[in-house]
């Protein structure tokens, strides 16, 4: 799990803005377990864990379909949990069954339905384009078939990235020009419904953009716990050791402070993924009119961003 906190001079408060149980399965973790986690943060600052308006504390937790209860729901909006992330991935029960996430996607409808009439009302859901044997079309199915059940706040698209994968995985893959193209289609569904893409894979309504995503790209401060979390604190970035004995004795994989040059480098990167970079910021102005000429950029009030191409 993770927690980040804006620092005075991003515009902040400096107070606790974001925590977030997740990657792995931190739905496994019982109420009570998720209440102790809590407990601390409560103790250890004074601020209300409670509160859901856009001013309070976004509290996330990513849940695995399998885990969702309406009781279990209930308890995480008591406790403070003012935010689900739904690991759907796809409702293709062939893709399902393909990559081992179950052998139909009854799991995944079922978890839609409850959180549908739950107490949580800031829902998202996470698609991946480009899963073995789904089909064309299948994003654009898979978004009218969520949201014919549940209203999401957020919604990720995630294409899938050039991995080893089993063999059988790779004969069933489509093209890279299919995945490209459900992402396109998903996007346009997505922004024909009132969202907004405020980072290549991420969609939002307007004000429930993920205070927790940002945070990463606009190089706030973040602190992580449990076997391999990383932490950004004062420019420094390290991350805990992936063995529980070196864990347990505090130890940590140290990766320094990122120089001037660095960060200017990643921040173009962020920035090229989400609000745009500035035209001024770029030391190679023929590179960027070569990439501009063969349409992979656009330059729109100064602001350079990627293309759909």
């Known amino acids: 799990m993770e927690f980040f906190r804006n620092p005075p001079d991003k515009g902040g408060t400096g107070g606790l803005q974001s925590i977030y149980f997740g990657g792995g399965t931190p739905s496994i973790l019982s109420g009570e377990q998720i209440g102790e986690i809590l407990d601390i943060f409560r103790q250890a600052r004074p601020v209300s864990l409670k509160e859901t308006g856009l001013n309070g504390v976004e509290i996330t937790l990513e849940a695995n379909p399998e885990d969702i209860t309406s009781a279990y729901v209930e308890t995480l909006s008591t406790l403070g949990v003012n935010r689900l992330s739904l690991g759907v991935q796809t409702l293709n029960m062939e893709a399902l069954w393909a ?79 299919m995945i490209r193209d459900e992402y396109l289609s998903g996007a346009k569904w997505l922004e024909d419904h009132g969202f907004h893409r ?26 992580g716990f449990g076997l391999s979390a990383a932490s950004y604190v004062g420019g420094r970035r390290f991350a805990n050791s992936s063995s529980f004995a070196l864990y347990f004795r505090g130890e940590v994989v140290d990766d320094g402070c990122l120089d001037e040059e660095a960060l200017r480098i990643e921040r173009m990167m962020f920035g090229l993924r989400t609000q745009g970079v500035h035209v001024s910021d770029i030391q190679r102005q023929d590179i960027l009119q070569k990439f501009v000429s063969e349409g992979l950029l656009s330059i729109h009030e100064k602001k350079i961003l990627p293309t759909s191409t």
Do not use: C
């Open 99 to 177: 990559v081992g996430r179950a052998e139909s996607n009854d799991s995944i409808v079922r978890a839609l339905d409850i959180l549908k009439d739950g107490p949580i009302a800031n829902i998202s859901v996470d698609l991946i384009a480009g899963l073995p044997h789904t089909r064309p079309g299948q994003v654009v199915e898979d978004l009218e078939e969520i949201f014919a059940r549940v209203s999401p706040k957020h919604v990720s698209i995630y294409m899938l990235e050039d991995e080893v994968y089993p063999e059988s995985w790779k004969k069933a893959l489509p093209t890279e020009e």
């Open 198 to 223: 405020y980072e290549l894979s991420n969609f939002a309504r307007p004000g429930y953009e993920s205070r927790h995503n940002r945070a990463y790209w606009d190089h706030s401060e973040y602190r």
